[in-house]
Antibody, heavy 114, light 111 residues
Framework: EVQLVESGGGLIQPGGSLSLSCASS????????MNWVRQAPGKGLEWVSY????????YYADSVKGRFSISRDNAKNSLYLQMNSLRAEDTAVYYC???????WGQGTLVTVSS | QAVVTQEPSLTVSPGGTVTLTCGSS?????????PYWFQQKPGQAPRTLIY???NKHSWTPARFSGSLLGGKAALTLSGAQPEDEAEYYC???????????FGGGTKLTVL
């Protein structure tokens, strides 16, 4: 069974940093592109970032460019999102999503508040 | 950045047919936007229904279909079931197939 399990969410003060992880299983992680997508409480979906199979190509939404960094470790079957200079508007559930947007993990909640 | 628009809410009768649309502020939506459609039920992660305009996953019920209609991407539900009540999101890609902009979502009520 294909599984994506996010971790690392929590409460963080504005201006702080947080690192999210996504552990994968049930498929050959090194063969798939990966994405992060987020959803603010009671709001819609927002694509955040993409990384290529080898990790050399990365894209970011304008709202996070320069603050967030996506990476992966194919040996550990894991995807990461380093989030710096966090703002209240970054509060959301962050989903790890495989390849062409399927499947999705269950998400991890990041709350940015003082 | 482009804005993707969806109907905020729609209602369909059980057994009825409804079409949800997905428009772009940049103009006509084409297959080159690789339209996706996702279904999300309360408390759950989204699930992909349609990719690349009209392709279905193995779990996508046959009553759902994707198309291009009147310059927009469209998701048609034929023979609505109570379990289809959910939020539906579309996603369009603008620079390549690896990034995208989500629509604001359509809350579909089956009543």
């Amino acid at each position: 069974e294909v599984q994506l399990v996010e971790s690392g969410g929590g409460l963080i003060q504005p201006g702080g940093s947080l690192s999210l992880s996504c552990a994968s299983s049930g498929f050959t992680f090194s063969s798939y592109e990966m994405n992060w997508v987020r959803q603010a409480p009671g709001k819609g979906l927002e694509w955040v970032s993409y990384i290529s199979i080898g990790g050399s190509t990365k894209y970011y939404a304008d709202s996070v460019k320069g603050r967030f960094s996506i990476s992966r470790d194919n040996a550990k079957n894991s995807l990461y999102l380093q989030m710096n200079s966090l703002r209240a508007e970054d509060t959301a559930v962050y989903y790890c999503v495989r390849g062409r947007f399927d499947p999705w993990g269950q998400g991890t909640l990041v709350t940015v508040s003082s | 950045q482009a804005v993707v628009t969806q109907e905020p809410s729609l209602t369909v009768s059980p057994g009825g047919t409804v079409t949800l649309t997905c428009g772009s502020s940049t103009g006509v939506v084409t297959s080159g936007h690789y339209p996706y459609w996702f279904q999300q039920k309360p408390g759950q992660a989204p699930r992909t229904l349609i990719y690349d305009t009209n392709n279905k996953h193995s779990w996508t019920p046959a009553r759902f279909s994707g198309s291009l209609l009147g310059g927009k991407a469209a998701l048609t539900l034929s023979g609505a079931q109570p379990e289809d009540e959910a939020e539906y999101y579309c996603l369009l890609s603008y620079s390549d197939a690896h990034s995208g902009v989500f629509g604001g979502g359509t809350k579909l009520t089956v009543l």
